[in-house]
């Protein structure tokens, strides 16, 4: 299975700023998933990001708030921009571990605590 | 629209206890079901992964089920300890070309030593 390395961990952030949430691969995948966990919540899916194209937003998530690159296959960031204590969540990472046969399940990188204050 | 439920939200254990999650999905078009757990503001970490021509993957004292057609499936823990205190999460991929995965809410583990 793929590993994936997240940075940061975790953050405190003033309101009005933004962050900038980094996933490295350690092999080459054609998709990456973006999610969202909110305070005591499951996970959202903010978009899934594809190289060389513009990422595919969920409803209620905008790239305007949420811009993603995915400069290479091994690669992508998302920002969290203009924070709100709103936008306080844990971030993760993910992909998919296909191969032609079909896909071997997901891997998610450590997450990103962020806190808005 | 896949929507993924998990019973119960919460469960407190003595150590010792097996214990069974649930989880279900309303579409049973799905190419395979992962069970996953998370630690307090940690990551997710895979426990197993059922395709959808299987019934059941075992892995240590773990044994997921799956019955695809009544769209339910079923994470055993056998022997609890004070180490499998987390929040186990059952997700679905869908097979309709949404390669995302679809997440239940989560069951919040405590075994107690």
């Known amino acids: 299975s793929a590993v994936i390395s997240q940075k940061p961990s975790r953050d405190i952030c003033q309101r009005g700023t933004s962050l900038t949430i980094q996933c490295q691969v350690d092999s080459q995948v054609t998709m990456m998933f973006w999610y969202r966990q909110q305070p005591g919540q499951s996970l959202t899916l903010i978009a899934t990001a594809n190289q060389g194209s513009e990422a595919t937003y969920e409803s209620g998530f905008v790239i305007d708030k949420f811009p993603i690159s995915r400069p290479n296959l091994t690669f992508s960031t998302l920002t969290v921009s203009n924070m709100s204590p709103e936008d306080s969540s844990i971030y993760l990472c993910?992909?998919?571990?296909?191969?032609?046969?079909?896909?071997?399940?997901?891997?998610f990188g450590s997450g990103t605590r962020l806190t808005v204050v | 629209k896949q929507e993924v439920t998990q019973i119960p939200a919460a469960l407190s254990v003595p150590e010792g206890e097996n214990l069974v999650l649930n989880c279900s999905f309303t579409?049973?078009?799905?190419?395979?079901l992962q069970w996953f757990r998370q630690d307090p503001g940690k990551g997710l970490t895979s426990l197993l992964l059922?395709?959808?021509?299987?019934r059941e993957q075992t892995s240590g004292r773990l044994n997921a089920s799956l019955d695809k057609s009544s769209g339910r499936s079923t994470l055993y823990i056998a022997a609890s300890q004070p180490g499998d205190s987390a929040t186990y999460l059952c997700?679905?991929?869908?097979?309709?070309?949404?390669?995302?995965?679809?997440f239940g809410s989560g069951t919040r583990l405590q075994v107690q030593p």
């Open positions: 579409d049973s078009a799905i190419y395979n």
């Open positions: 997700a679905v991929l869908s097979d309709t070309g949404r390669r995302a995965l679809t």
């Open positions: 059922i395709q959808s021509s299987q």
């Open positions: 993910s992909v998919d571990n296909y191969s032609g046969q079909g896909s071997y399940g997901y891997t």
